[in-house]
């Protein structure tokens, strides 16, 4: 596709129920990053893959997070027992790796937690 | 880790004169420096970056000066419009760690 594309949009949950999230990145970047947008502040960094492994995971909050990218393309981020405080914005990015750390966004899912 | 400080928070210009944002970082290894635009329930879009090779580098209206020695990059917005209106976020990461680090945002006001 033209650019990083993220489903759903919009989620409203459950306390304590499971939820997944999908990023579809753009075609060809091998690049994959997962980021958590809360209101009136700035991206806050999640995980890194670099093809189907994950390069990078310090910023997952704790082990309720988890996230696969299992061919190396499409992602899916998964909450388990999801609480108030995951409310936000979960942000996708992909990039080139090649050309440096140039990231593009998709428009994000916002997750609300009920 | 990297620690990325942004200020100000708010800034409200009228239109057609300048805007600055300044943002410091705390990892002297950090090398690549970008900007992006975020408009109200948008994505984030990048609108200029600067590595750590340059001082400064502009594209038409925007540009970004880099000082490596005292660890701070600023935006740069000349003859502002209303549409410029949105928060801007600075950002840093260095090849090793390739992952960014935000700051925290200004909301930049521009008042016809």
């Known amino acids: 596709g033209a650019g990083v594309s993220q489903t759903p949009s919009n989620k409203v949950t459950e306390k304590g129920k499971y939820v997944e999230l999908r990023c579809d990145p753009i075609s060809g970047h091998t690049a994959l990053y997962w980021y958590r947008q809360s209101l009136g502040q700035g991206p806050e960094f999640l995980i890194y893959?670099?093809?189907?492994?994950?390069?990078?995971d310090s910023g997952l909050p704790n082990d309720r997070f988890f996230a696969v990218r299992p061919e190396g393309s499409v992602s899916t981020l998964k909450i388990q027992r999801t609480e108030r405080g995951d409310s936000a914005v979960y942000l996708c990015a992909s990039s080139l790796s090649n050309s440096g750390n140039t990231m593009y966004f998709g428009e994000g899912s916002w997750l609300t937690v009920v | 880790g990297e620690n990325v400080e942004q200020h100000p928070s708010t800034l409200s210009v009228q239109e057609g004169d300048s805007a600055v944002i300044k943002c410091t970082y705390s990892d002297s290894a950090s090398n690549y420096f970008p900007w992006y635009k975020q408009e109200l329930g948008k994505r984030p879009q990048l609108i200029i970056d600067i590595r750590s090779n340059v001082g400064e580098k502009k594209d038409q209206r925007i540009a970004v000066t880099l000082n490596k020695t005292a660890k701070h990059f600023s935006l740069h917005i000349t003859e502002t419009q209303p549409e410029d209106s949105a928060v801007y976020f600075c950002?840093?990461?260095?090849?090793?760690?390739?992952?960014?680090?935000f700051g925290q945002g200004t909301r930049l006001t521009i008042n016809p």
């Open positions: 950002a840093a990461s260095h090849q090793g760690a390739q992952k960014l680090v």
């Open positions: 893959f670099q093809g189907t492994g994950a390069a990078d």
